[in-house]
């Protein structure tokens, strides 16, 4: 694979470049070959915890100061990563941030919310609501502070947008540098643009396999869009192919964990010390469990699962109880 060229403006945030570490202890489990399965691990990228987000936020944090705007807003589920480190990235720069939180305000905070009462983003509690509910919910916050006499930045549901997405472009690059080639990258797939730029970077929608955990209702639609756009503005050939995304490891919905997923955070825990979370890189690698074991990924394919973080979930008291009862 060709290496994507240097990329625009950034604002350094994350401590690159992550890990590319081994899991032989987990692939000979799956029956794979040694050294053919890999851990990226964007868990370790620093910034509140760490997490893919940082990438992003590199890129889109450039552009909101580029831009003149003094406040980032953004939004997600109440246990959101994205939202936890786009407040850490605010107080990094010394921005001011504004969160939308789906799911009402909690009576004990816990996991992500905790971190987030610490960075003291404003934060907006809306009730139980859809995707692009929320997205409303943003939009709604930049109107008022806009009216305010402020300049926000709005900042989309995971920091799925072009400009977002050059941080996996970048990261492409990364991990070409560190392994040589790769064949399939696995990832969580929530609002698309992690998966998006790996699939721009790498040039062939064949290179990445998304995990959809039930975030957006159009991933099909919005990450070959998002992946056409990123590479426009990279200078990049519209990657090849055709989109690849497993939505068959869900379950019940976004949040809810599966006893695929519960059989994946307990593999990667005690076969590799490798700690996932139960919303986003636990179903993840639930799909790439299934795909081996179905074939879908031969014995020798080289693949590499991008770990993009999510510790703090597992605190949150539904999950801790989850986590407590045997499997």
């Known amino acids: 694979m060709t290496l994507p060229p240097a990329l625009g403006s950034r604002t350094p945030l994350a401590h690159l470049p992550t890990p590319l570490e081994p899991l032989d202890r987990l692939g000979r489990h799956l029956g794979m070959e040694p050294q053919a399965l890999f851990v990226k691990r964007d868990d370790a990228t620093g910034l509140a915890g760490g997490g893919n ?7 889109l944090c450039a552009d909101a100061m580029a831009r ?8 997600g589920g109440r246990q959101s990563n994205h939202v936890r480190m786009t407040a850490a990235a605010a107080n990094r720069l010394g921005l001011s941030c504004t969160v939308v939180l789906a799911g009402g ?6 996991g992500n919310v905790v971190l987030d009462e610490l960075l003291r983003p404003e ?10 509910e929320i997205e409303d919910a943003i939009v709604r916050q930049c109107e008022r502070l806009s009216n305010e006499g402020r300049r926000p930045y709005l900042v989309p549901i995971g920091g ?16 070409l540098e560190q392994s040589g080639d790769v064949d399939l990258v696995v990832v969580a797939d929530g609002s698309g643009g992690t998966h998006a730029g790996l699939a ?9 396999l998304g995990v959809d955990v039930g975030t957006r209702p159009d991933l099909d639609e919005q990450v070959p869009e998002i992946a ?13 192919g055709a989109c690849q995304i497993d939505h068959g490891r869900f379950g019940d919905g976004y949040g809810i964990p599966t006893p695929a997923c519960r ?25 790439l469990i299934a795909a081996r074991r179905e074939g879908r990924i031969d014995p020798a394919t080289r693949t590499v699962f991008l770990h993009t973080g999510g510790m703090p979930a597992l605190f949150a008291a539904s999950y801790a109880e989850w986590i407590r009862r045997p499997a």
Do not use: N, Q, W
């Not at 305000?105 to 816990?110: A, K, L, Q, V, W």
């Not at 996932?276 to 993840?284: N, R």
């Open 53 to 59: 987000k940082a990438r992003k936020l590199e890129y």
């Open 68 to 75: 003149g705007c003094d406040t980032l807003v953004t939004g």
């Open 105 to 110: 305000r909690p009576t004990r905070p816990s």
């Open 123 to 132: 934060m907006v509690y809306v009730e139980p609501t859809g995707y692009y």
């Open 160 to 175: 799925a947008t072009d400009v977002g997405a050059l941080g996996y472009v970048a990261a492409a690059r990364e991990l």
């Open 200 to 208: 721009a970077g790498l040039g062939d929608h064949a290179a990445v």
């Open 228 to 240: 056409f756009r990123v590479a426009a503005r990279a200078g990049l050939p519209v990657p090849a």
């Open 263 to 287: 059989e994946a955070l307990d593999l990667a825990a005690r076969l590799e010390g490798l700690i996932l979370d139960p919303v986003y890189t636990g179903k993840a690698m639930a799909g």
